[in-house]
């Protein structure tokens, strides 16, 4: 079974440009959450989605974050007009339909490099 | 301010030696999780514990759930230099709602064996 892929690995951006995050969750996961987690810092949630909808975005940016889950495809976390502050590495988890929520798993992450 | 406290933040020790990981918070926890991360790498669970004073064991690893479920430990017996990583552990503060999911992590300790 794969786990959860997230691409690309690695995204360089320049300053005002736009990133774009991809996250496909395990086989049979319907639940997606991201985290960020920063140089020197531990990991923080970010957003929780299920198929086309968003439950809980508490620790979302207000501005220039966005992310989505559609029927078909995969996850996507958009930054618009990147900063430098937006450097970190972003991760994305799954877990099933049924059972606890908490029992996330992990993909290896997008290292956002803004120059 | 950090929910979950976790202790040694580094850890440096020889082949063969004992060591004990502590989490700690003033908050009751739901469940909590322990991961494994490497460098590069997105966090591997480890393991879920769910009641409190709850013990787990995975191989040399032996996991604790505190009575009042504030607290956790991840005890490793005869460290191996392979056991080197990352160790995070995470919590779920409210079991209901819309924050089903939302992970909150500790900062992490880095556990260093030397062969």
């Known amino acids: 079974n794969a786990g959860v892929m997230q691409n690309p690995r690695h995204l360089v951006r320049r300053r005002g440009q736009e990133a774009r995050l991809r996250c496909s969750p395990m086989k049979g996961h319907s639940h997606v959450y991201w985290y960020r987690q920063l140089p020197e810092e531990g990991l923080k949630f970010m957003v929780y989605l299920q198929k086309e909808n968003i439950i809980d975005e508490s620790g979302m940016p207000k501005e220039r974050f966005s992310a989505e889950f559609p029927k078909e495809g995969p996850s996507i976390l958009r930054i618009q007009q990147v900063v430098r502050g937006d450097s970190a590495a972003y991760f994305c988890a799954s877990s099933p339909p049924s059972g606890r929520r908490e029992t996330q798993y992990f993909g290896p992450g997008t290292r956002l490099l803004v120059l | ?115």
């Open chain 2, 1 to 115: 301010t950090q929910l979950l406290e976790q202790s040694p933040q580094f850890l440096s020790i020889q082949e063969g030696e004992n060591l004990t990981v502590y989490c700690n918070s003033s908050s009751v926890f739901s469940s909590l999780q322990w991961y494994r991360q490497e460098p590069g790498e997105g966090p591997v669970l480890l393991v879920t514990v769910v009641t409190g004073g709850e013990v787990k064991k995975l191989k040399r690893l032996t996991f604790q759930f505190g009575d009042a479920r504030k607290d956790s430990s991840l005890h490793i017996t005869a460290a191996q230099p392979g056991d080197t990583g990352l160790y995070l552990c995470a919590g779920l503060i409210n079991a209901g709602g819309t924050s089903y999911g939302k992970l909150t992590f500790g900062q992490g300790t880095i556990l260093t064996v030397h062969p």
